[in-house]
C-alpha cells in the first residue's frame, strides 16, 4: 500500500502547468525572495544567489510535469535552488571531505546546549556569516532550511557522521563568535 500523501494542489501552479503567462509571474512573486534567503544561506553572495534563483526557476517551469504534490511546490522548489547553489560550490572547487572524526567525542551536543542560542537574531546571523563556508553551509541547511542531516550529506557527497560533526562544531563556533563578542 502506498503510505503518500499527496499535497493539497496549488492553483496557481496547475495554471503554470496549462501555460498561464500571469501565473507564472505569480508564482515567481511569491517564491523569489524566500528562494533567493536559501540560496543565499548557502552562497553568501548576492550576486551568485540571484543567478542560481533565476535558474532554478527556469528550471522548475520547464519541468512543472514532473511536480507531482509529494511535497509542496516551495519545497520542491527550495530543493532545486539548493542543489543549484551546492552545485555552484563544487564548479568553485569547494571541497568536502570527511574529517578526522578521532576527536568526535569532544563534539557531543551536550557541550552547546539550544538554550544559549537565545541572543539578538542579527548578531546571530553576523556570526553566521563568520563562519567558515563548509560549516556555514551545513549549519543554514540544517537550521534554517531544516533538511535532514541525511540529506544534507547526500547532498554533499559526505557522511552521515561529519555532517552531524561539522554542525556541532559550527553551533559551537557560532556561541564562541556570540560570546567573545558580549566580552570584547
Not at 512573486?29 to 542560481?52: F, G, H, T, W
Not at 527556469?58 to 535552488?81: C, G, H, M, P
Request: glycine share 2%.
Amino acid at each position: 500500500m502506498d503510505q503518500t500523501i499527496e499535497i493539497a494542489r496549488d492553483e496557481q501552479v496547475e495554471l503554470c502547468k496549462k501555460g498561464d503567462n500571469s501565473a507564472y509571474f505569480s508564482v515567481y512573486e511569491r517564491y523569489a525572495k524566500p528562494m533567493l534567503n536559501s540560496s543565499m544561506r548557502v552562497l553568501n553572495n548576492i550576486a551568485d544567489a540571484e543567478d542560481m534563483v533565476q535558474e532554478a526557476f527556469i528550471d522548475a517551469f520547464n519541468n512543472l510535469e514532473s511536480f507531482t504534490y509529494k511535497s509542496s511546490f516551495e519545497a520542491w522548489l527550495r530543493r532545486i535552488v539548493i542543489n543549484k547553489s551546492i552545485s555552484l560550490l563544487r564548479k568553485r572547487k569547494i571541497t568536502w571531505a570527511d574529517i578526522d572524526l578521532s576527536d568526535a567525542a569532544a563534539d557531543a551536543p551536550e557541550e552547546t546546549p539550544e538554550d544559549q542560542f537565545e541572543f539578538d537574531l542579527q548578531r546571530v546571523k553576523a556570526a553566521i556569516r563568520e563562519l567558515p563556508e563548509n560549516y556555514r553551509v551545513i549549519f543554514n541547511l540544517f537550521v534554517i532550511d531544516e533538511l535532514k542531516q541525511d540529506e544534507i550529506a547526500s547532498l554533499l557527497n559526505i557522511s552521515h557522521n561529519n555532517v552531524r560533526t561539522i554542525y556541532h562544531r559550527a553551533k559551537k563556533k557560532v556561541l564562541d563568535i556570540l560570546n567573545s563578542k558580549d566580552h570584547g
